[in-house]
């Protein structure tokens, strides 16, 4: 968004607050401060806080230097303060500098308070949020069909086995053994999936003998299926499991962890060899527990899971809970479908944290080398999960698994993601506390004095056999993902920019661009914007992998 674009926004209907703010603005000092703002503007829905133009219309540019050089502390504090995760970006209009807070929505269902209230914009004012909106808001919610009474089951209808897990679970997750001799129509009741001595559907669900889950509610089942190839129509194995989900789920992954069917990739590290199956325990349990947390049991469809020798696929009916896309899976703060069922799991440490879930499912796939888990197969009648099986970087798992075997710490599922991104060229989505979480465990390094680029640290590219950078002219990566775009292609800067949004800016462009076009890697032809870039006459026959060895190479020998 420009400067132009900004001030033809309209306040209410755009969603966006105007502040001179020329030297510097209140960051939680009363209602009208950063802290204020983004409360408000996150409970209508999110929006804008600019500052550096003038707040009466028609607005006019005045410049600010509020947050100055701070910018990515303002994202850290924000966040630790509301976890919001706001987005700065700097725009200048003739040397005047206009600060643009870009303000999430707020989760679905949930309000967001700033000491202690819940806040709305009112005209100029930031007041207390009216009853109305408030009760708009918290009706957002889906209804939690797990909560509800099942009419019709009594205690005699819960599987025993599946009743002593429970108990085992939950006495071991709250490190309280005495849990154990408790009386089950008392766990029940504690675990609110019996009320008034009623069972609820979670309690069929996850407890209930399979017999009376066939007569009460028969979509609660797994269907697995195994095929040799991905694009044949028929199974050429089939089951389904009926048992309570406490101990179904144990019966799902056996099914998945066939010898035959989960092979194992050892991987050489020197002296070490790790070992990295077809299929992660963790991260399939995990996608199984999430389906049940979050499907719709109103519709009569099962949870289905189809393996393949590379490829496993999760089903489970109804799409994404309100207020969650792909393009927002990672950050959302949702609530479960049925929460209550997602409760239980928690508290029998089946699942860490409610939430929580998609983010151990990328950071466990990444960490293994392997691409990204992909839900693009999703629509609003299911949710598609699929993860291949092939490591796509030998050498991203071992400078993972390095880390943890020479620090004993395990990396958050946020800094798992950020070291991926990190790779990939991209730190856009990454949250500046995490940048630094990681530069002070000597996983990423600062190459560019702006502190906006980063790359993975050196031994992360001594384990994969390349440099990093190349002298003091090149970072190994950029020239890689410059080189990518123009393979096969005759591109204009602005057309690169788009392409590479995620892992070069325009200014690094135009750094880069003149650089290759001396040490005759790529050329050029036009005047001007009408300027186009291709790749180098020597260089054009050769595959993508040839391309980079080669023009690597030649770098090298010029800078090193």
Not at 90 to 107: A, C, G, H, Q
Not at 231 to 238: A, E, F, G, L
Not at 452 to 461: A, M, Q, R, V
Request: hydrophobic letters at 35%; proline letters at 3%; a neutral charge.
């Amino acid at each position: 968004m420009t400067v132009q674009e900004l001030i033809h926004l309209r306040e209410s209907e755009d969603k966006v607050e105007f502040k001179q703010a020329k030297t510097q603005y209140a960051y939680n000092s009363g209602r009208k401060s950063v802290l204020g703002y983004v409360s408000a503007i996150a409970n209508e829905g999110g929006g804008y806080l600019v500052f550096g133009i003038k707040e009466a219309s028609p607005h006019e540019v005045c410049g600010s230097q509020a947050f100055e050089g701070k910018e990515g502390k303002l994202e850290q504090d924000v966040y630790r303060d509301l976890k919001v995760r706001i987005k700065t970006e700097t725009l200048f209009d003739n040397e005047k500098r206009v600060l643009v807070i870009k303000i999430p929505s707020r989760p679905v269902g949930k309000v967001l308070y700033f000491e202690d209230v819940p806040l709305m914009r009112v005209g100029e004012s930031l007041t207390r949020m009216s009853d109305e909106m408030y009760h708009s808001i918290i009706q957002e919610q889906e209804p939690d069909f797990s909560a509800t009474i099942c009419e019709g089951p009594t205690f005699e209808d819960l599987d025993k086995k599946a009743v002593e897990t429970m108990k085992i679970l939950y006495a071991d997750k709250q490190k309280n053994p005495s849990f154990l001799q408790i009386r089950d129509e008392r766990m029940l009741s504690d675990l609110q999936l019996a009320i008034n001595g009623k069972l609820t559907y979670a309690a069929l669900i996850l407890l209930g003998k399979s017999d009376t889950i066939d007569r009460y509610l028969p979509q609660s089942r797994i269907i697995w299926e195994y095929r040799n190839t991905e694009t044949q129509i028929h199974y050429d194995r089939r089951q389904t499991i009926t048992e309570p989900f406490i101990t179904g789920i144990d019966s799902a992954w056996n099914l998945i962890d066939q010898p035959t069917l989960n092979l194992n990739h050892p991987i050489q590290a020197g002296l070490v060899v790790y070992n990295i199956y077809d299929f992660n325990r963790e991260v399939v349990r995990e996608s199984i527990l999430n389906s049940y947390a979050h499907r719709d049991y109103t519709l009569t469809s099962d949870v289905v899971i189809k393996q393949y020798p590379q490829m496993i696929e999760i089903i489970n009916p109804g799409g994404f809970p309100k207020g969650v896309s792909i393009d927002n899976i990672l950050t959302v703060s949702s609530t479960p479908r049925n929460k209550l069922i997602a409760d239980v799991l928690e508290k029998t440490g089946l699942v860490e944290r409610s939430g929580q879930g998609v983010d151990k499912i990328y950071s466990e796939t990444l960490a293994e080398g392997k691409q990204k888990p992909d839900y693009t197969r999703t629509n609003p009648y299911q949710v598609t999960l699929r993860i291949r099986t092939q490591i796509a970087d030998e050498s991203f798992a071992v400078f993972i698994r390095q880390y943890r075997n020479r620090t004993n710490h395990i990396l958050s599922a946020e800094q798992v993601i950020a070291l991926s991104e990190i790779r990939n060229g991209n730190i856009i989505n990454i949250h500046f506390e995490t940048i630094e979480q990681l530069k002070q465990a000597g996983l990423v390094k600062n190459v560019e004095r702006s502190g906006l680029k980063y790359i993975l640290s050196d031994d992360y590219f001594r384990i994969a056999n390349k440099p990093s950078k190349i002298g003091e002219q090149y970072i190994a990566g950029d020239v890689e993902h410059i080189l990518l775009s123009l393979q096969g292609n005759k591109k204009r800067i602005s057309d690169m920019e788009q392409d590479l949004s995620d892992s070069l800016t325009r200014n690094q462009l135009k750094n880069l661009l003149p650089k290759l076009l001396k040490d005759e890697i790529i050329t050029s032809e036009g005047q001007g914007r009408g300027t186009s870039y291709s790749i180098a006459s020597k260089y054009v026959h050769l595959n993508s992998d040839q391309m980079l060895v080669s023009v690597i190479s030649d770098l090298k020998k010029k800078y090193e």
